[in-house]
């Protein structure tokens, strides 16, 4: 699997918003609501959907399913000034990703997070961020078709500070949990 790394500009998002957890899963419901309303958003910038996952801090070094973080179905905007009832808006940091393209079905996911995490992260020379987490939908996703793809943006900063590699390490034994649970939510 390829992945390229980029610097995320600064962006704005209008979107709604859900606290969940893994066992206590919510996308469904956040996407159905989010969709039905999402023609009422002005100034949007570009046709993508952004699936975007804040998590607390700490929450890969302890994991536990149970444990809420924010998500967001959201679109970028140039301007959060007119933010419709109902909604909310989110300003995302610039910050370094690793980018990956996850291709196939939507139930496939949790294989590609598996390969990222378990894989990818550990032997790059780069540890997750707390920054937002996105899966970025645009013209060719299409939710469970084989030919579907969407991009992941996984936050990172580079290793080399002795604080760094010891998170490193734990990060690693709390996201193979995560990854495992993550998968059976899905199903």
Not at 4 to 28: C, D, H, V
């Amino acid at each position: 699997m390829e992945v390229r790394i980029e610097i995320m500009t600064e962006k704005k998002f209008i979107g709604k918003r859900i606290m969940m957890s893994l066992a206590n899963n919510k996308t469904r419901e956040l996407w159905q609501g989010f969709m039905s309303k999402r023609k009422a958003i002005n100034n949007r910038v570009g046709l993508e959907l952004y699936s975007i996952e804040n998590y607390p801090p700490g929450y890969f070094e302890k994991y536990s399913p149970d444990v809420e973080f924010e998500k967001w179905a959201a679109v970028e905007v140039s301007d959060t000034r007119s933010t419709p009832d109902e909604m909310d808006s989110f300003m995302s940091p610039e910050g370094l990703y690793a980018v990956f393209v996850h291709k196939g079905p939507a139930s496939g996911g949790p294989k590609t997070y598996q390969h990222i995490f378990m894989t990818w992260l550990p032997s790059s020379n780069y540890i997750l961020d707390n920054r937002p987490h996105f899966a970025i939908m645009g013209v060719k996703y299409r939710n469970e078709d084989d030919n579907s793809e969407e991009e992941l943006w996984i936050p990172v900063k580079a290793k080399g500070t002795p604080a760094a590699n010891v998170m490193c390490h734990a990060r690693k034994i709390f996201l193979s949990k995560w990854v495992l649970r993550r998968a059976r939510a899905i199903e």
